[in-house]
T-cell receptor, first 112, second 117 residues
């Protein structure tokens, strides 16, 4: 069955370290998204991609970067982790247009 | 800029009671989609419904129903005869206008529903 996976599911790191969160989908969806979920804020868009080699900044992109070298993967990199980036991160994908997004199981990141 | 407001942060009901979740959105666009997602205690996000801005018909799916009123920019969600399994956080979301490529979503802050036995 097609799916979207995230790894690791839990990560503890230290301030200043570089961290990469993986997202892999097997639906062959063109569109992929990264969100962070914080209490009281719902989900906020970090970065998104509408196809290979396409990346765009979302609402809260500072301190994060993504790259899209193939259809299946959109890794999210925290260049220099900060305590404010402690959060739950969700990856999502969708086909083109206004269709629903399918979400991965999430990654809980703690920055000490 | 788009905005979604879910004014109710938490609702507590007793099993079999009905519960209505409010969602108010702001957009300058005339074409868009609205969504509801459920996040149970296990943490995953589950898609519930999508409506486009041209379709104001109410929709019912089992114990779930949705009331979309463009005139008041609201897309409310009602759970009839609630059950303990309905306990979750529910998110309302608004898409950007129809585009050939993609569909960014703006989420509300979520409403936590607690159904007590």
């Amino acid at each position: 069955d097609a799916e979207i996976t995230q790894s690791p599911r839990h990560k503890i790191t230290e301030t200043g370290r570089q961290v990469t969160l993986a997202c892999h989908q097997t639906w062959n969806h063109n569109n992929m998204f990264w969100y962070r979920q914080d209490l009281g804020h719902g989900l906020r868009l970090i970065h998104y991609s509408y196809g290979v080699q396409d990346t765009n900044k979302g609402e809260v992109s500072d301190g994060y970067s993504v790259s899209r070298s193939n259809t299946e993967d959109l890794p999210l990199t925290l260049e220099s982790a900060a305590s404010s980036q402690t959060s739950v991160y969700f990856c999502a994908s969708s086909v083109v247009g206004g269709n629903e997004q399918f979400f991965g199981p999430g990654t809980r990141l703690t920055v000490l | 800029a788009q905005k979604v407001t879910q004014a109710q942060t938490e609702i507590s009901v007793v099993e079999k009671e009905d519960v209505t979740l409010d969602c108010v959105y702001e957009t300058r666009d005339t074409t868009y989609y609205l969504f509801w997602y459920k996040q149970p205690p296990s943490g995953e996000l589950v898609f519930l419904i999508r409506r486009n801005s041209f379709d104001e018909q109410n929709e019912i799916s089992g114990r779930y129903s949705w009331n979309f009123q463009k005139s008041t920019s609201s897309f409310n969600f009602t759970i009839t005869a609630s059950q303990v399994v309905d306990s979750a956080v529910y998110f309302c979301a608004l898409s950007e206008p129809f585009k050939a490529a993609g569909n960014k979503l703006t989420f509300g802050g979520g409403t936590r529903v607690l159904v007590k036995p």
